[in-house]
T-cell receptor, first 114, second 115 residues
Framework: AQSVTQPDIHITVSEGASLELRCNYS??????LFWYVQSPGQGLQLLLK??????LVQGIKGFEAEFKRSQSSFNLRKPSVHWSDAAEYFC????????????FGQGTRLTINP | GAGVSQSPSNKVTEKGKDVELRCDPI?????LYWYRQSLGQGLEFLIY????????KSGLPSDRFSAERTGGSVSTLTIQRTQQEDSAVYLCASSSKLAGYNEQFFGPGTRLTVL
């Protein structure tokens, strides 16, 4: 069965530092890949998605992610974090294009030190 | 425009009682999804509606859980004879055919606590 692994449960970085959140998936074909962010008490907001084409995708709030087929990874990056980026980040995969259920990783909680 | 709304935002109930959770999707979104977010299990898919039909209900954990959607809009998730392990945040999402269903828009969730 398909699965998504986010190896880091909790990450702390200093404001202004760079960030990389890891995501690995297990699936026979290339899945549809998503990163969502959840602020405390809020629903999930889509940061970016990858379906095909350029493997480096740009999202909102200055985030980007790179799809690496050979590593089955879709890591999220930001060159300089802001205190407002503190939140929980979820990687998710969908197996087909179109209406579909998403399979989520366990999430990575990001804390920002001032 | 209005996003996905869910009610109530919080629900505390006693073990054995039935609860109903409501989701109002974004207007015009034909696809609607329910997920459950709990500490031990993370974010789990429960059920997906296309219009009023549920082509995928594979995530419903037991027959105590049911959901319906009427008029291609509002959906209700019902949990009968609640158990403590049902305590979680229940999230609803919707997506649009016009956008190829490529993005699911999530509501703020209903936090259910079963005492």
């Amino acid at each position: 069965a398909q699965s998504v692994t986010q190896p880091d449960i909790h990450i702390t970085v200093s404001e202004g530092a760079s960030l990389e959140l890891r995501c690995n998936y297990s699936y026979g074909a290339t899945p549809y890949l998503f990163w969502y962010v959840q602020s405390p008490g809020q629903g999930l907001q889509l940061l970016l998605k990858y379906f095909s084409g350029d493997t480096l995708v740009q999202g909102i709030k200055g985030f980007e992610a790179e799809f690496k087929r050979s590593q089955s990874s879709f890591n999220l990056r930001k060159p300089s974090v802001h205190w407002s980026d503190a939140a929980e980040y979820f990687c998710a995969v969908g197996l087909i294009q179109g209406a579909q259920k998403l399979v989520f990783g366990q999430g990575t909680r990001l804390t920002i030190n001032p | 425009g209005a996003g996905v709304s869910q009610s109530p935002s919080n629900k505390v109930t006693e073990k054995g009682k039935d609860v109903e959770l409501r989701c109002d999707p974004i207007s015009g979104h034909t696809a609607l999804y329910w997920y459950r977010q709990s500490l031990g299990q993370g974010l789990e898919f429960l059920i997906y509606f296309q219009g009023n039909s549920a082509p995928d209900k594979s995530g419903l954990p037991s027959d105590r859980f049911s959901a319906e959607r009427t008029g291609g809009s509002v959906s209700t998730l019902t949990i009968q004879r609640t158990q403590q392990e049902d305590s979680a945040v229940y999230l609803c999402a919707s997506s649009s055919k016009l956008a190829g269903y490529n993005e699911q828009f999530f509501g703020p969730g209903t936090r259910l606590t079963v005492l």
